[in-house]
């Protein structure tokens, strides 16, 4: 086994001085191949970790919200169904909900306005998400007007704006009193935008799910697990933008593969007739082209790697996430954690250092076989 080491260590050797003679070329290798693999990993690092960030944040999600469809569209909730859906075995409890969108013409965006109790949020007062107050401007205290649809002038005092770490979620919320929802948005007095339904403790969420759709067909449940779902396809990088630069990379790196299983260099074919003449064996050049393969993927890879790592988890992703994200006025600032799926790591790594070093058994295999000197004169 020891000598088998030092062989090893031998050939490596070899191997990084052979490399050392041709350090453009290696290095050129090199740089591509790692420019490969920084996109590859960036894409995958972003997609995982913000996935995690949202699933993270949606933990406290409701266990289910119950909306009216109408022709299959959202239509508001009476306080009857409430009533009904209170009634229901297995639901611990029920509570109408109040949101809507605003429309801030001086920022030209969107607010998701949510009613909540006064013993939260108090008459005249909002709190604010993170990126409202960056765009408008405000710190609690100062004092916002916004002209609802019917075009009367509301004035609001901002109580508090909503912590960072939930600003992935929160970056548009508007938090206002139920009264004041009313009024802003002439809302009909007993009807709801939709309930949260809190089932019982032995009630599981798909069962509730199936007893509201079979006693008020016209009501629509969306348990949290659909909830979750939902979100991590809508965080995921399998969009199509993300797909067109996963397919790019993969061609880039296939032809890269190709090129080298295509052939040996003219250079690199006379060095192996002059090992085979000084007395190498066959075994030995493969296992010396083999390192050689592994050592320039698994350099690159390392490279790639952790440039990737550093570009989405210190620099934010800052070449791909304002396409990833899509487009929006109010972007959430948020500061991802550094989280690293081992399986998708290793899919990784065996998708790009394995072929790249197997590929230079063909070439090698068909000149380690040929007589020295005809490998010279090819």
């Known amino acids: 086994m020891r000598a088998w080491l030092e062989k090893q260590l031998h050939l490596i050797d070899f191997t990084i001085a052979a490399l050392s003679r041709r350090k453009a070329r290696s290095l050129g290798l090199i740089a591509v191949f790692s420019a490969l693999v920084f996109v590859l990993a960036s894409l995958m690092l972003f997609g995982h970790a913000l996935r995690s960030e949202a699933l993270a944040v949606l933990a406290g999600a409701p266990e289910m919200i119950v909306q009216r469809q109408v022709a299959g569209r959202h239509d508001l909730l009476a306080q009857a169904d409430i009533d009904r859906l209170a009634g229901l075995p297995g639901v611990a409890e029920v509570q109408g909900r109040l949101w809507g969108y605003y429309y801030d013409s001086v920022v030209k965006a969107n607010y998701t306005l949510l009613a909540r109790p006064e013993s939260e949020v108090a008459e005249g007062t909002l709190t604010i998400g993170n990126a409202v107050a960056r765009e408008r401007g405000l710190v609690p205290g100062n004092t916002i007007s916004f002209r609802s649809y019917a075009g009367k002038l509301f004035s609001f005092k901002v109580a508090a704006v909503l912590p960072e770490d939930s600003e992935l979620l929160s970056a548009d919320l508007v ?129 790639g790697f952790v440039a990737a790592w550093l570009h989405v988890f210190r620099y934010d ?62």
């Open 175 to 303: 938090l206002l009193a139920a009264g004041d929802f009313r009024r802003f948005f002439d809302y009909p007095a007993g009807q709801y935008t939709d309930a949260l339904v809190h089932p019982a403790a032995a009630q599981s969420g798909a069962a509730l799910a199936a007893a509201i759709r079979a006693a008020q067909p016209e009501l629509r449940p969306i348990p949290r697990a659909e909830i979750l779902a939902i979100y991590a396809r809508l965080f995921g990088w399998r969009d199509g933008i993300g797909l067109a630069v996963l397919a790019g990379v993969i061609l880039a790196f296939a032809i890269l593969v190709w090129e080298k299983a295509a052939g040996l260099p003219a250079e690199e074919r006379r060095e192996i007739g002059i090992l085979k003449a000084i007395g190498w064996e066959g075994g030995d050049v493969i296992r010396m082209k083999l390192w050689e393969g592994l050592l320039i993927a698994l350099a690159a890879f390392l490279i």
């Open 317 to 378: 992703a800052a070449l791909f996430a304002p396409a990833l994200r899509g487009w929006s006025v109010l972007y959430p600032s948020f500061r991802l954690s550094p989280v690293v799926d081992l399986r998708q790591l290793a899919t990784l790594f065996l998708l790009t250092v394995l072929p790249y070093a197997l590929t230079v058994l063909l070439p090698v295999w068909r000149a380690a076989r040929t007589e020295p000197d005809a490998v010279m004169r090819a």
